[in-house]
């Protein structure tokens, strides 16, 4: 009787786990799917030429930071005063692209995304890597740290 007991114990506990981690799978799928739309909303924005509506995946906080190059910026209104200085017409714009996305959950309201940028313009294609590291807001995803190099 014990050992039908310690049995029917470890089978509800396995059956409690496996359904903790398909509850898990499926909250980190839904989260994935939320980050990329992010990107995808912010892409489409870049290339209307809509720097506000790109700026839209940040968290409009002055705890956001921007790093690239030797630069490090802090604040949601220091990113977009940044994006308007360098891109202040659509020829340096150009066309984005985002490849090679990898989300990693750090938890239930935090990601990490890697991946690469390219922007094909009439006379170059500046391209580089970028890591992001998302909130979960009340807002929605949101991004929080973004640092950024080109190749």
Known sequence: MRSLLYFVTLGVIFFAQAASSAQSNKLDGTSEAAIRAVLNVQRDA????????????YDRSPDTVFVSGDR???????????????????????????????????SKDAAVVLG????????????????????????????????????
Do not use: C
């Open 46 to 57: 870049w290339n209307r030429g809509d720097i506000e509506g790109y700026m839209e995946g």
């Open 72 to 106: 490090i910026n802090r604040g949601w209104q220091m990113v977009l005063d940044r994006y308007k200085k360098s891109y202040d017409s659509r020829e340096k714009m150009g066309v984005l692209t985002f490849s090679d996305i990898e989300i990693t959950m750090l």
């Open 116 to 151: 690469r940028w390219r922007l094909k313009r009439a006379s170059d294609e500046p391209h580089g890597t970028f890591t992001l590291l998302f909130r979960k807001t009340k807002a929605g995803w949101k991004i929080v740290h973004d640092h950024t190099s080109s190749a």
